[in-house]
Structures are given as structure tokens and as C-alpha cells.
């Protein structure tokens, strides 16, 4: 059994205790529930921003404890002042160490796309999503059948929310790719051996179609790097490993940011000559 296969055998069994302690009549009373979503499409294409979503990620199964004590208000308010195009924020608490809680704490404080990182497996855990504040939701191409996971897309579409469709190799991307997903993230880490390699958002680049917003997701280390794949079509960057080792990881994201806008200038400027 894999990492993954033991996180969503976890999760099923997590989804039909969190059915019974918190029914979806009760998710519906939430004050989130009829808000309307923002687009994180179209905030990951908004000029003034940097295209990055920045993640809130305590720990991980690979990584173990990455920074468990995290204030999400002030880090979440930090990596938006930084130039952040969203917040992504783990909701999952056995392997990753999140709550919902959260989530509803970065949406208190925050008016920007927030996307629900989490192994999403049942309509349940979307209308969860939705009355803690999300406006997009993760659905993993290796984790589900093709057509569950269009099933999903479908139901998260009815809500408002956005998919963020994330794929490994060009088979989950072509078996998966909907008419409900406008938003494309190539996840750089191989989840049997949890390395990283981000030729694969190379690799996969000119394989997702026109009209398709690109997100390249783990293993993002160097602005330099966000410059090589916005070349590449890429409009969106996920990044929380690397801000989250920082003890404060709104100034890493901040320093992150003001290094790529200077590497951005650069370019534009020898263009220009």
C-alpha cells in the first residue's frame, strides 16, 4: 500500500464519522454557504498579482513536522500583502496536520480565492467545503476513477466552487480533463516515491489544451524557475514547502516575490532593447 492509497482508505472512513457528527442540513445553516465564490482563474491571470498560491502546510507524511505552530491569521494576511494570488490551506489532520478551522480563520481575514487542499473522495467533503469559506476545491486525478472524479467536478461546479484538477502524467490528464475543470495543476512530486522533479510541468505543458489555466504545483525553490514556466504557459505556481520551513513564512513568500517581480523587470526591460 502506498502513502495514497493509506491517506484515502483514511479518509473514507474519516468522511462517514464527519456525516454523522455534522449532517449536511447542518453544513447548509453555515454563514459561508450562500456567499458567493471568488475565481481563483481569474485571480491566478490578474496582472498585479504573481500567480503564486501559497500554501499553509504544517506537516507532511514525507517531511514529518514542517512548522505545526503556524499562526494561519498572520500568515495568511502576510502571503496576500506579499502579492499572493491565493491561499491554499490544508484541511486534512492526520497525515497533514490541518482543520477546517483553518480555513474559516483564513477566510475571517482575507478577501481572495482560498482553495481547499485536501483528498477529496465524496460530495460530502465539497458541501463541507463550502460552508467553511472555500472557493475551489483539489480533486487528484490518482486518487479517483476518471469518471468519479467527473462526477465530483460536476457536483463542486453546482456550488460555485472552482476545480483545481491535479495530474501526474498525461494519462490522468486526458482520461480526467472536463468540461468542468478550467483550472489545470501538474503536481511535480511523485506520490509512490514523494520526490520531486518540475521537468514534469515541462513535460506536460503543451499536452493541456488552449483556454486551460496551468498551475505547476511542489518543488518550487527559485523565482527563476516561476520566470521558466510562465515561458512554458504557466499562469499559476503552488508553492508551501518552501515558505512554511521559514519560521515566518509570510517573509519568505514576500522575499520569494519581490525576487521573481525583479527577474520579471529584468526580462521586460532587455526585451524592450
Keep these: 500500500m502506498t502513502i495514497l492509497d493509506e491517506i484515502i482508505a483514511h479518509k473514507y472512513k474519516e468522511v462517514a464519522e464527519r456525516k454523522a457528527l455534522y449532517p449536511v442540513k447542518l453544513l447548509e445553516k453555515s454563514l459561508y454557504f450562500d456567499t458567493p465564490c471568488l475565481s481563483l482563474e481569474r485571480y491566478l491571470l490578474r496582472p498585479d498579482k504573481s500567480g503564486i498560491i501559497a500554501e499553509i502546510k504544517r506537516k507532511s507524511p514525507s517531511k514529518g513536522d514542517i512548522n505545526p505552530y503556524v499562526s494561519v491569521e498572520r500568515t495568511s494576511i502576510g502571503y496576500m500583502q506579499a502579492g499572493a494570488s491565493a491561499l491554499s490551506i490544508l484541511t486534512d489532520g492526520h497525515f497533514f496536520g490541518g482543520k477546517n478551522e483553518d480555513l474559516m480563520t483564513a477566510r475571517k481575514y482575507n478577501y481572495c480565492p482560498i482553495l481547499r487542499k485536501d483528498f477529496m473522495v465524496d460530495e460530502y467533503q465539497i458541501v463541507e467545503a463550502k460552508s467553511i469559506g472555500a472557493d475551489a476545491i ?4 490518482a486518487a479517483l476513477e476518471p469518471g468519479r472524479l467527473k462526477q465530483l467536478a460536476a457536483f463542486a461546479r453546482s456550488f460555485g466552487l472552482e476545480v483545481l ?12 480533463l472536463c468540461e468542468d475543470v478550467t483550472v489545470v495543476g501538474v503536481n511535480n512530486r511523485n506520490l509512490q516515491t514523494f ?3 518540475v521537468a514534469l510541468s515541462f513535460d506536460l505543458a503543451r499536452h493541456i489544451p488552449e483556454g486551460i489555466t496551468k498551475v505547476s504545483e511542489s518543488g518550487l525553490r527559485h523565482p527563476q524557475t516561476l520566470l521558466e514556466l510562465q515561458e512554458a504557459g504557466y499562469n499559476g505556481f503552488l508553492i508551501g514547502e518552501s515558505f512554511m520551513e521559514d519560521g515566518r513564512p509570510e517573509r519568505a513568500a514576500t522575499e520569494f516575490i519581490r525576487e521573481l ?13
Excluded at 483539489?138 to 486525478?141: D, G, K, R, S, V
Excluded at 491535479?166 to 482520461?175: F, G, K, S, Y
Excluded at 517581480?261 to 532593447?273: A, F, H, I, M
Design 138 to 141: 483539489l480533486l487528484i486525478a
Design 165 to 176: 484538477l491535479e495530474v501526474h502524467n498525461l494519462e490522468e490528464l486526458q482520461q480526467t
Design 195 to 197: 520526490q520531486t522533479d
Design 261 to 273: 517581480r525583479q527577474l520579471q523587470e529584468q526580462k521586460s526591460q532587455t526585451v524592450s532593447y
